[in-house]
Every structure is written in structure tokens, then in C-alpha cells.
């Protein structure tokens, strides 16, 4: 069933939630809530959609979806809507609690390693930067984590799922607190995917799309970021993949495996039974079948350049 937050109660921090184009605000479950997915304590965020493309809060849901039959890290998104105002949207999950861990966003890292950097619209957003910090994360043993293997899944997904927006606010670090002296940290889940799926394709549009028109749709796709700063244009989302196994030939056997174990079929399953809850902008039998033929197209796509 979906759920309503009418009566889930506003977020005294963060009750309209300032990032970001698309309207939200920051919830808590109300008490004795009967749904044992929902946890009490954790903060959601309730996620609308632009007034242009009303469902694309779908993308969000679906993306969890997709992150967890691939075997990444996406926080839950469920399909939500508030029956004061009428309205839905995706109920996402806030990946750290308040007083455990600390966020701290890539855009900071950013301008401290480009003091020239454009936040706002993250022209110099580039994979070459990361790196330089992730090794120096590394170096001061302020983590553990396999940065290497973390950014070709996120590539991964991100090509899978058709995200354009990974940019440098999407992405950073949690910094767990700890008893000992030296901070530890993780890099995020794979937060804020709405910008994914297609969801600027009206479907009535591309109701009689082939192969013909969905490849060089697909094809136009890129990630956020570039491979190198100096680099003129953002590197497409296959691409990319493709650079990370170039520089890093030891995280090829795990990509392989995961996108080879991906199944379209079981996506197709779980977008049936979502196809059914009754919303006031429901998932649509078209944009169901736009979802699974877009990712279909990209997942052998992405086979053809790992293998």
C-alpha cells in the first residue's frame, strides 16, 4: 500500500529541505506507525516532482529498486503521497542519523582542491580530482574503503539507471563518530536519483520508439562529472565505465558479475506489483515498459564493453 504522510511530522531542522530543483521537506514517522520498513527514529525526506514531468518521482523508487537487484548501495524510496495537499512523491530514507555520523559533500572537497571552482554549476566536476582525494582519504587512514571499487559500481548504476546528475553535492563522505582520535569515514550511498530513467520522455512520445530511436537517445547520455578537468566534454555514462577498467583493470571481474546477475525480468516483477498501488499520479503501464526497455538497451550495453 502506498504511504501517506498527512499526519508524519515536519522536521523542526529541515522541514523545507533547501537543496536541490524539486520541492521536499525533511519528515519523521509519526508514532506507533504499523510498517515494519519505516524506522522510527530516521528521517525521511519526502521528495516531490517538477510540476513538468509529474511522475518522474517514480525515478526515485524505481532507482532503489534497481540498486538492490545490482547489489549497490541506494538508500530505500518508496512511493508516497499526502492526502492534505493531494500531491505525491518518493519517501526517501536519510542515509545517516542525526548524532552518529556527520555528511560532509563532495562540493567541499571540491573547492578546497580548486579554489576556482564553480559550485553552483560544477563545470570542473572531474574523476582525476577524486581520485587525488580519495588516495590522500586513504594515505591519512581517515578510511578503509575501496574508493576504486565504490566509484566503478556508482558508474555502474549511474549507466544502468541513465543518472545524469551525480554531481559533486550527490556524492561525499560520512564521517562516523567514534571514541578514537582519528575520524573514520565512508563514502555515501548513491543518493538523490531522479534525474534518471528517462524521465523527461513523455510517453505518448515515445510510445513507437525501436531500437533506432532509443540508441542514440541513450547514446547522448553522460555523467555529471568528466574523467579529467582539462577534458572539453563530460564523459558518457558507458564510457566512463569504460575508462574505469582501463585505470583499474581489478574491478572488472565485479562489475561483470554484478550487471551478468541483473535481471531485467525480476525489475519488470516488482514494477508490476508498483503498477498497481493506487496513487494520484500512478506508475503507468507506458512508463513501467519505458523504464525496463531503456534499462534493458543499457545493461547489454554495458555487457559489450566490460566483456
Not at 513507437?208 to 558518457?236: F, L, Q, R, S, V
Not at 535481471?263 to 494520484?280: G, I, Y
Request: aromatic share 12%; hydrophobic share 40%.
Amino acid at each position: 500500500m502506498p504511504i501517506d504522510v498527512a499526519t508524519w511530522l515536519d522536521d523542526e531542522i529541515f522541514s523545507n529541505y533547501p537543496e536541490g530543483a524539486r520541492s521536499k521537506k525533511a519528515l519523521f514517522p509519526p508514532p506507533g506507525i504499523e510498517l515494519d520498513f519505516i524506522k522510527q527514529t530516521r528521517r525521511y525526506l519526502y521528495k516531490r516532482s517538477v510540476k513538468r514531468y509529474p511522475d518522474q518521482f517514480w525515478g526515485e523508487v524505481v532507482a532503489y529498486q534497481v540498486g538492490g537487484l545490482l547489489g549497490v548501495n541506494v538508500p530505500p524510496a518508496y512511493a508516497a503521497f499526502d492526502s492534505n495537499r493531494n500531491d505525491c512523491g518518493a519517501l526517501i530514507e536519510w542515509f545517516y542519523e542525526d548524532g552518529k555520523a556527520i555528511f560532509v559533500p563532495g562540493g567541499n572537497y571540491m573547492q578546497q582542491l580548486m579554489p576556482d571552482y564553480d559550485r553552483k554549476r560544477g563545470m570542473q566536476h572531474n574523476f582525476h580530482s577524486i581520485q587525488i582525494l580519495s588516495k590522500a582519504f586513504t594515505n591519512a587512514k581517515i578510511t578503509s574503503q575501496k574508493w576504486e571499487q565504490y566509484w566503478a559500481e556508482a558508474f555502474l548504476f549511474d549507466a544502468l539507471v541513465g543518472n545524469t546528475d551525480r554531481h559533486q553535492d550527490n556524492w561525499g563522505y560520512l564521517f562516523v563518530r567514534s571514541k578514537k582520535l582519528r575520524p573514520t569515514a565512508q563514502l555515501s550511498p548513491l543518493f538523490d536519483n531522479g534525474t534518471s530513467l528517462g524521465h523527461e520522455r513523455f510517453t505518448d512520445v515515445v510510445a513507437n520508439w525501436t531500437d533506432i530511436d532509443y540508441d542514440p537517445y541513450i547514446a547522448k547520455g553522460t555523467h555529471h562529472m568528466k574523467w579529467a578537468k582539462a577534458d572539453a566534454e563530460k564523459c558518457g555514462h558507458v564510457g566512463m565505465i569504460g575508462k574505469m577498467v582501463h585505470a583499474f583493470p581489478e574491478v572488472r571481474a565485479g562489475l561483470l558479475q554484478k550487471i551478468n546477475h541483473f535481471s531485467v525480468e525480476a525489475l519488470d516483477n516488482r514494477l508490476a506489483h508498483l503498477e498497481q498501488l493506487a496513487l494520484p499520479v500512478p506508475l503507468t503501464n507506458a512508463r513501467r515498459r519505458l523504464y525496463v526497455r531503456l534499462i534493458d538497451i543499457r545493461q547489454r550495453n554495458i555487457q559489450s564493453i566490460l566483456k
